[in-house]
């Protein structure tokens, strides 16, 4: 059962209202505390007998010495792979997945075009959530440019590794994004 989770609502409105496929990530508030989370808009809906499979994540590093990038890849089975690229370096990225690494624990939400949201939350205590804690160092280290993030990007996207939908980044650089305190909203069972 889907407990009562607390997110901010700017980005919610934000991230609704962002060209599909997006993906982004932010924080949420569970049961008073507060970690983060992994969102994906899709074009298309992903079926319900899809989700309810699950899906398969994966992380990895791309890029060069200079100029790294997170790449976040989510399998579901018997449907498609979806992927995004994230700038390490931003501020708001890093501590969004410090948080997730140093709590163990975090969540995915796939928001379809009717508006249904699908939830999944991680295993708590996750040794190494999808090799994130192992990279954690190089992604803290990050130097990455707004124009390098951009330059891989468009290489990324001319030659896929896996292949499959790659999503545009949404709601990437407001830390008012994070704040679970002032101006939130809350989704629960119904959705709302």
Excluded at 86 to 107: E, K, R, W
Aim: charged residues 15%; glycine residues 6%; negative net charge.
């Amino acid at each position: 059962m889907l407990p009562q989770l607390t997110l901010n609502r700017a980005f919610m409105v934000d991230f609704s209202a962002a060209e599909p496929p997006c993906f982004a990530l932010g924080m949420v508030a569970v049961d008073g505390k507060e970690t983060g989370f992994l969102a994906m808009r899709p074009k298309e809906a992903i079926p319900r007998h899809i989700t309810d499979q699950g899906f398969q994540f994966g992380h990895a590093l791309y890029g060069t010495s200079q100029a790294v990038l997170a790449q976040f890849v989510f399998r579901f089975y018997g449907h498609a792979l979806y992927q995004a690229l994230v700038n390490p370096a931003l501020p708001m990225v890093q501590i969004i997945l410090t948080t997730m690494i140093a709590s163990g624990d975090y969540f995915f939400f796939a928001l379809n075009p009717s508006g249904q949201v699908t939830a999944f939350r991680s295993e708590i205590d996750a040794h190494n959530i999808a090799g994130m804690r192992d990279n954690l160092p190089a992604m803290q280290a990050a130097t990455t440019s707004h124009h390098e993030y951009e330059q891989g990007v468009r290489a990324f996207a001319r030659n896929p590794a896996p292949e499959g939908t790659l999503m545009n980044w949404a709601c990437r650089d407001n830390p008012d994004y994070l704040d679970l305190v002032n101006n939130v909203a809350t989704l629960n069972r119904a959705g709302a």
